[in-house]
Nanobody, 114 residues
Framework: QVQLVESGGGLVQPGGSLRLSCLGS????????MSWYRQAPGKERESVAS????????TYVDSVKGRFTISRDDAKNTVYLQMNSLKPEDTAVYYC???????WGQGTQVTVSS
């Protein structure tokens, strides 16, 4: 059974940083590209960042380029999202996803507020 468990969210002031983690199980983690998505209240879920199965290629939505970094540690079955220079508009529930597989975790709440 494929499972994804996100963690690391919280309340942070504007300009602060957080690192999200997503632990995968029930599949061969290193064989799959992964993505981070987010969904803000009243808005559609959007893809924020993606990483290839090898980790050699990453993509980002324009609004987070230069601030967020996606990475993976296949030995730990974990994908990370380092978020720096956080803004109030980054407030959302963040989810990780296996690209091409319709499975979602429970998400982790990120709130950026002073």
């Amino acid at each position: 059974q494929v499972q994804l468990v996100e963690s690391g969210g919280g309340l942070v002031q504007p300009g602060g940083s957080l690192r999200l983690s997503c632990l995968g199980s029930g599949f061969v983690f290193r064989g799959y590209p992964m993505s981070w998505y987010r969904q803000a209240p009243g808005k559609e879920r959007e893809s924020v960042a993606s990483i290839s199965s090898t980790g050699g290629s990453t993509t980002y939505v324009d609004s987070v380029k230069g601030r967020f970094t996606i990475s993976r540690d296949d030995a730990k079955n974990t994908v990370y999202l380092q978020m720096n220079s956080l803004k109030p508009e980054d407030t959302a529930v963040y989810y990780c996803k296996i690209i091409g597989v319709a499975t979602w975790g429970q998400g982790t709440q990120v709130t950026v507020s002073s």
